[in-house]
């Protein structure tokens, strides 16, 4: 995980000096140009506030990074393993392929022993790895505006319902159903260097902003497609654009500040919890007991705690902001090790604001 790897500072220092001291243990994903590299890349060395490190090379690729094709981060691995190496190989020839476990058998390769192999390096399994290569491009080419038919060629699926069927168990709808330039709702994908996110805004305010892999995403779709009977068009409306500048300043370290205007959905007291997050400073944290004292409600620790669960405005609403009496990390959808990149992004913009003079003369 992030959090068990040396600091920010610490693991930039070494990729600007290509430190081959954590070769292997340690990958930056740089979101200006959605590839993730070795620490020892020759390429030239991306601003701090673009990168984002991560402990595993699973990490890079399940949050949209592309490996290098100047540092091959995957050969490491490949050369260690002569089944890993015969298939990225493949991969590399057949990008668009649909790969299949029948597939991987008529090479010659034990099905079982490359399943293992994938999961042990990259924690993920070949399968998933190329489905994953394949699905970024139809995304985001939705995102853009265009056509479904358009999507599942740039993605290479060799037929709509695969494509289909993979937009669905990612957005739990299919492609069709978030129609470009209709519906009083419209979906947009934000890059960001924690993963990509969607926002989900109408012509006055935003009503979800969601990590891409967020398990529970499907359905909060599903419930917003209910709530306006018609489907979620894509495109960029003026709140998810607000949002798009206020997150770019915010993961940039600039600014913690957002005043998207937000469509809190749910019932007074949830609404009560979720505006005593939004007056959490960046780079301070609450306990569950700390927010339920401050609404008043001392003894309704759980039911706080359900509130916070039922966010679905990541970040501006800052969940990741509560953690456990004791101080540790406590559950959160987008994942533990996004939790504590978040609580060090909002440290440095806290001692920014307490050093500007230090800030400038850096």
């Known amino acids: 995980m992030l959090f068990d790897l040396p600091d920010d500072a610490t693991l930039y220092q070494a990729l600007l000096a290509r430190n081959p001291d954590y070769d292997g243990q340690a990958f930056v994903c740089v979101s200006t140009t959605g590839v993730f590299c070795r620490l020892t890349c020759p ?44 298939l990225l190989a493949a991969l590399d020839r057949q990008p668009g392929r649909r790969w ?23 924690g993920m399994t070949f399968l998933e790895m190329a489905r994953q290569r394949r699905l970024r491009e139809g995304f ?21 319902s695969a494509f289909r069927a993979a937009f669905a168990r990612l957005l739990g709808c299919a492609p069709a159903d978030l129609s470009p330039g209709e519906g009083l709702m419209r ?29 529970g995403l499907p359905a909060e779709l599903r419930k917003l497609q209910e709530g ?9 409306l003026a709140p998810t654009e607000q949002a798009t500048h206020e997150l770019a300043s915010y993961f ?7 005043e998207t205007p937000l469509a809190m959905a749910g019932s007074p007291f949830t609404r009560q919890v979720w505006e005593a997050l939004r007056t ?12 339920a004292r401050q609404i008043g409600r001392p003894s309704a620790m759980r039911a706080v705690a359900r509130a916070n669960g039922a966010n679905q405005i990541a970040l501006m609403i800052p969940c990741h902001r509560v953690i456990g009496a004791d101080g540790s990390l406590t559950g959160y959808a987008g994942g533990l090790w996004r939790k504590q ?4 992004i909002e440290r440095n913009l806290r001692d920014r604001a307490r050093n500007p003079s230090r800030t400038a003369a850096a």
């Open 140 to 160: 985001t080419t939705l995102a853009a505006g265009g056509a479904v038919i358009e999507a599942q060629l740039e993605a290479s699926f060799e037929s709509p």
């Open 100 to 122: 299949s476990e029948g597939d991987v058998t008529a090479m010659g390769l034990d099905a079982s022993t490359v399943r293992r192999a994938f999961k042990r390096h990259y």
């Open 341 to 344: 990149r978040l609580i060090e």
């Open 280 to 291: 959490i400073p960046p780079g301070e944290t609450r306990s569950y007991g700390e927010l």
């Open 187 to 215: 979906a947009h994908w934000i890059p960001t260097p924690l993963g990509d996110m969607i926002a989900v805004a109408s012509a006055r305010h935003l009503h979800l902003l969601e990590f891409v892999d967020r398990k």
């Open 252 to 258: 940039a370290a600039e600014s913690g500040t957002f």
């Open 228 to 236: 306006t009977n018609e489907r979620i068009g894509i495109g960029l």
């Open 43 to 86: 390429a030239r060395k991306p601003l701090p506030e673009n990168c984002t490190f991560r402990a595993t090379i699973g990490e890079c690729i399940e949050t949209g990074f592309r490996p290098c094709k100047r540092c091959h981060p995957l050969e490491a691995a490949a050369k260690a393993e002569p089944v890993i190496a015969t």
